[in-house]
């Protein structure tokens, strides 16, 4: 492969974090990781605070540090920094070897070529289960028709979500309902109250269009209302939730088929010291998954909905 370089570990190694909206379990589960491991190292974490423009300056910083790894979460600021694939050729040139998490989907997303190799130093965890098989974990708890989403137009994360789950939808004779979050270009909505406003117009909405669950994708600004705003205005609404990742399964919704992020941190973990300690080049380190997803129900989401889970879910689901 062209450029192909091994970095190796040394007495002054630096390692970057780059984070879109603070600290998570994953950069945890990352560092604990790496010292468990016994190697030695800084780690500088930057988090651009949801602002993506602070990207190239950050990478500048990375370079100027002689960084030899860099964490990336989340499908945008890695995007920010290795430039994509597709659909257009973004080749830039990287600080060093980067290892991403929370990356949903990072194939489609231009970020990889392939699961299974890469000509630029780039790899991997992703976080979310298959499509099918979420839908699957749906359709176990209630059959449905018709599921409503929300997204946030600016976040291509659930753009590429919106796309492929209407795809699966389509082919399962079943439909989608997904509704942008207004938002600036920015991603953002202004202040609580005018977000408390946009959110019930929309479930209302989505009610109307007999939406029978709410999907709640791996999107950031969806995150961060859940717990507050989202997911109980919906359950008012006797929309039942689903959510893709642990943050949202631990906001309230009725029932996620999610993993850890400290785990998937860890993962990332390992690969890094694949690179750094093994001397792999970064590319040839296959993109993975995390390879247990559990199913979890919430007990008191489904009091409040009156959604009692059927009885062959109790052996196989956690509760919590």
Not at 102 to 125: D, N, Y
Not at 234 to 240: T, V
Request: net charge positive; charged share 20%.
């Amino acid at each position: 492969m062209p450029g192909k370089q091994a970095w190796a570990a040394d007495n002054n190694l630096r390692i970057g974090i780059v984070t879109f909206r603070g600290a998570t379990d994953v950069e945890a589960g990352f560092v604990s990781y790496i010292r468990q491991a016994g190697l030695q190292a800084e780690f500088d974490h930057y988090d651009i605070a949801r602002d993506l423009t602070r990207l190239p300056e950050i990478v500048a910083e990375l370079k100027a540090r002689d960084t030899k790894l860099v964490l990336t979460w989340g499908t945008s600021v890695t995007q920010g920094i290795t430039g994509t694939y597709a659909p257009k050729t973004d080749l830039r040139p990287l600080p060093c070897p980067v290892v991403f998490a929370l990356v949903t989907a990072p194939v489609v997303s231009g970020i990889v070529q392939s699961l299974t190799g890469c000509e630029r130093p780039i790899t991997g965890v992703f976080h979310v289960a298959s499509l099918e098989q979420q839908m699957q974990a749906i359709q176990s708890y209630t059959p449905f028709k018709t599921i409503g989403m929300l997204y946030t137009p600016t976040e291509n994360n659930s753009v590429v979500t919106k796309q492929l789950l209407h795809d699966l939808l389509n082919s399962q004779k079943k439909k989608l309902i997904a509704l942008p979050i207004p938002v600036n270009a920015q991603g953002q909505a202004g202040t609580m109250d005018k977000l408390r406003y946009l959110i019930t117009e929309l479930l209302d909405e989505l009610k109307q269009q007999r939406c029978e669950w709410l999907y709640l994708p791996p999107d950031s600004l969806v995150g961060s209302l859940a717990k507050e705003l989202i997911i109980p205005a919906a359950h008012q609404r006797g929309l039942a939730t689903f959510a893709s990742t642990e943050q949202l399964m631990d906001a309230g919704s009725l029932i996620g088929l999610v993993c850890s992020y400290f785990e998937v941190g860890q993962f990332a973990g390992f690969k890094a010291m694949q690179i750094l300690r093994g001397k792999q080049f970064a590319g040839q380190i296959p993109v993975e998954t995390i390879k247990k997803y559990k199913l979890k129900i919430n007990s008191n989401s489904a009091r409040v909905l009156g959604k009692i889970p059927p009885l062959e879910l109790f052996g196989v689901a956690s509760f919590q």
